[in-house]
C-alpha cells in the first residue's frame, strides 16, 4: 500500500484581518459585502496557487531608487525582512510587489490630486523573489504621508503597500507597512481597523542598526507572516 | 511554533502603480486554439461600476491539472499560467483571456465543476473578498457540485457566468441587489 496521500490545510485567521464594513473608513460603507459569507472549502484550488518565477523580476526592481536616470529625493532607506508562515517556515522563491507615495507624499498615478511634486525620478514601483530563506529587501526613499478626503484633514501616515503570493491562493495577501513612532496612527481609520492594537503593531516596521548602512542608508526590518497549515489526508481518486 | 499572522490593509486607490502587468489579463494568449473571454463589471452597493478595482483568478488548466507541489495528484506536465490579474477600467469592466477549467476531485470521493477562484482588491475592501466563477455549459456537474449545491439558488445564481458565445460574462456586486456570493477562505 502506497503512502498515505496529505494535503495541506490551513488554519483560520482569527479575527486578524479588519472587518469590511468598518464605517469610519468611509469607502468601506457601499463596497463591504453585506450577507454572511459561507466558509470555502480548501480543495485543490485554494491548496495550490500562482509560483511566479524570475520572469517577472528585472534585475533593478528592488530597488526603487534606481529606476531612472537620476537619483530620487528622499531619504534613502533599505527595507528587508523575510515571508515566513504561521509554523514559522520561510517561503522561499515567491513574488514580492511593493509600490508607495514618493518622499513629498505623491503617487505617480493620473488620480493622485495631491499639490505636492512629483519626482522625475520615481516611479514607486519594486518587485523582489525571497531567496530560499524567505527573505526580501528592497531600496527606496521614505515615503512621504499624504493628505485623502476620508475626513476633514485626514493624512494617511507614512506606508508602503506590499503584495504577497505564499504558495497558495489561501496565503494571497495585500497589506501596507508602517513605520515605527508616526505621529498620524491615531486619526488614520485605515491602520486603526484592525481591530486589536497588538494586531496593528504587526504592521509597523523596526529601525534596524545592523541593517543600516553607515554613510549611506537608514535600514528598517520588517517579516511578513502568512497563513500556517497541517497536514490532511487526501483520497486518490480516479481522473475525471 | 506560532508566528503572528500579518493582518491585511486595503489595496488603495493606487494599486495600477504597482500591480498592473501587461500581460497580466493574458492567462493564454489572445487567438490562442479554446481561449475564452471572461468580462464583467464591478459594482458598489449604490450601483456605481468601481473604476479602481482589480481582479486576479487562479484556476485548474482544462485537464484539470495545476502545476504546484502541493498538488498530489500524479501531475500532467503542463506549463498552464493558471493565473490572471486586471485592473478594472473607467467603466469598472475587467477582462481575463485563459482556457476552461477540467473539473476537480475533492479528496473525498466527489466532483467539484470547472470553476475560476476569484480574489477582489479594491479602495475600501480592506481585504479582498474571494469568488468563484462557475460555467451554465456544465448542467451536469455544476447540479452536484459540493460548493453550489450547499448554497442558496439566489446565492448560487451569481456565481454561474452568462454565455455568449466565446465570451462569459460574470459581473461582480460588492454589495446590495443580488449581492455576489462571497466566501470566508
Ligand atoms: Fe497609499
Request: include cysteine; charged fraction near 20%.
Amino acid at each position: 500500500m502506497p503512502d498515505r496521500l496529505t494535503v495541506p490545510h490551513y488554519s483560520p485567521t482569527k479575527g486578524v484581518h479588519p472587518p469590511l464594513l468598518s464605517p469610519e473608513y468611509g469607502s468601506t460603507r457601499l463596497r463591504a459585502p453585506s450577507q454572511p459569507m459561507t466558509l470555502l472549502p480548501q480543495r485543490l484550488t485554494e491548496i495550490t496557487g500562482p509560483l511566479l518565477g524570475e520572469g517577472r523580476v528585472g534585475p533593478l526592481d528592488h530597488d526603487l531608487t534606481r529606476q531612472h536616470a537620476g537619483e530620487p529625493l528622499g531619504q534613502r532607506i533599505i527595507v528587508a525582512g523575510r515571508v515566513l508562515d504561521e509554523d514559522g517556515r520561510a517561503i522561499p522563491n515567491t513574488l514580492v510587489e511593493v509600490w508607495q507615495p514618493n518622499a513629498a507624499g505623491r503617487y505617480a498615478h493620473v488620480w493622485d490630486q495631491h499639490p505636492a511634486p512629483l519626482d522625475p525620478n520615481f516611479t514607486g514601483v519594486g518587485r523582489c523573489l525571497t531567496d530560499a530563506e524567505g527573505h526580501y529587501r528592497f531600496i527606496t526613499i521614505h515615503p512621504g504621508a499624504y493628505p485623502w478626503k476620508n475626513h476633514l484633514n485626514a493624512w494617511r501616515p507614512s506606508h508602503i503597500h506590499f503584495s504577497l503570493f505564499g504558495r497558495s491562493f489561501i496565503q494571497r495577501l495585500v497589506t501596507q507597512m508602517y513605520f515605527p513612532g508616526d505621529p498620524l496612527f491615531g486619526q488614520d481609520p485605515i491602520y486603526n481597523a484592525i481591530p486589536d492594537p497588538s494586531v496593528r503593531q504587526r504592521l509597523v516596521c523596526r529601525w534596524s542598526l545592523e541593517l543600516t548602512e553607515p554613510d549611506w542608508a537608514l535600514g528598517y526590518v520588517w517579516d511578513i507572516v502568512l497563513r500556517g497549515s497541517t497536514g490532511t489526508p487526501w483520497e486518490p481518486q480516479e481522473r475525471p | 511554533m506560532t508566528l503572528p499572522l500579518t493582518p491585511s490593509q486595503t489595496v488603495g486607490p493606487f494599486l495600477s502603480v504597482g500591480l498592473t502587468w501587461t500581460d497580466g489579463p493574458n492567462v493564454v494568449p489572445s487567438g490562442s486554439e479554446g481561449a475564452i473571454r471572461i468580462t464583467g463589471q464591478v459594482f458598489d452597493g449604490a450601483g456605481n461600476p468601481a473604476p479602481d478595482a482589480m481582479i486576479e483568478t487562479w484556476q485548474a488548466d482544462p485537464d484539470g491539472g495545476f502545476v504546484h507541489p502541493d498538488d498530489p495528484r500524479e501531475s500532467a506536465k503542463s506549463s498552464f499560467r493558471g493565473f490572471g490579474r486586471c485592473a478594472t477600467d473607467d467603466e469598472g469592466v475587467f477582462t481575463i483571456v485563459t482556457l476552461k477549467p477540467g473539473p476537480l476531485p475533492t479528496g473525498d470521493g466527489r466532483l467539484e465543476a470547472p470553476h475560476i477562484d476569484v480574489s477582489i482588491f479594491a479602495r475600501g475592501l480592506l481585504d479582498r473578498v474571494v469568488t468563484r466563477i462557475y460555467f451554465p455549459d456544465e448542467v451536469a456537474l455544476n447540479a452536484t457540485d459540493p460548493l453550489l449545491t450547499s448554497l442558496s439558488e439566489e446565492a448560487r445564481s451569481t456565481l454561474i457566468a452568462v454565455q455568449e458565445r466565446a465570451t462569459f460574462r460574470f459581473d461582480i456586486r460588492l454589495q446590495g441587489e443580488r449581492e455576489t456570493a462571497f466566501f470566508e477562505l
